[in-house]
């Protein structure tokens, strides 16, 4: 390096300093603590190593303070392996205080907005959901319609968005 060159220019070039990496560290372990608090059905769509996902079963079944504790580390020294960046845009769709959240839930009133006032809407979401039940789905946008038309309050609507959420949370 050059004695001119600037002193930010020499900073980048050095390597994480070690409170850098145990900073990285901990918010790996958070994000473990995180995945604990979901559900099964929910850590199925999250993208886990075989190996995180039992460390993850072996968590829930430790009593003891001080082994949860170790088991924490554990899971963080796994998801250093993993993919945590992946991981975390799906946990971030699980935590209602996210962006990611936020804006799952406005695509999702979105659809369900579209498939009640515009019927071509409906072969559209079939082609990006091809896994979901047709005729449930034209069962619950006629309600839902039918619904609106009468001035009754929101509930079919309301089942419509539970069932859009339902199929787009399986893919």
């Known amino acids: ?8 220019e020499q900073e980048q070039n050095l390597p994480p300093s070690k409170s850098e990496i145990k900073r990285q560290m901990l918010q790996l372990q958070e994000l473990g603590k995180q995945l604990l608090d979901l559900n099964k059905k929910q850590l199925q769509s999250v993208p886990l190593t075989e ?11 430790i009593k003891s303070h001080e082994a949860r504790r170790r088991q924490l580390q554990r899971i963080g020294k796994l998801m ?10 799906a ?13 799952h839930f406005q695509q999702l009133e979105h659809w ?15 082609a990006n959901w091809p896994d979901c039940e047709v005729q449930k789905l034209r069962q ?17 609507a309301r089942k419509l968005f539970r069932y859009l959420r339902e199929v787009c949370e399986q893919q």
């Open 140 to 156: 619950l946008i006629r309600n839902a319609r039918k619904e609106r038309s009468e001035d009754k309050p929101p509930a079919q």
């Open 80 to 89: 250093r392996s993993a993919d945590h960046e992946a991981i975390a845009q």
């Open 1 to 8: 390096m050059k004695k001119n060159e600037p002193h930010e």
């Open 51 to 61: 190996e995180l996902q039992d460390a993850l079963v072996e968590y829930q079944r």
């Open 91 to 103: 946990v971030a769709l699980f935590d209602a205080s996210s962006e990611a959240y936020a804006q």
């Open 112 to 126: 369900r907005e579209r498939l009640i006032e515009d019927d071509a809407a409906l072969p559209e979401f079939i």
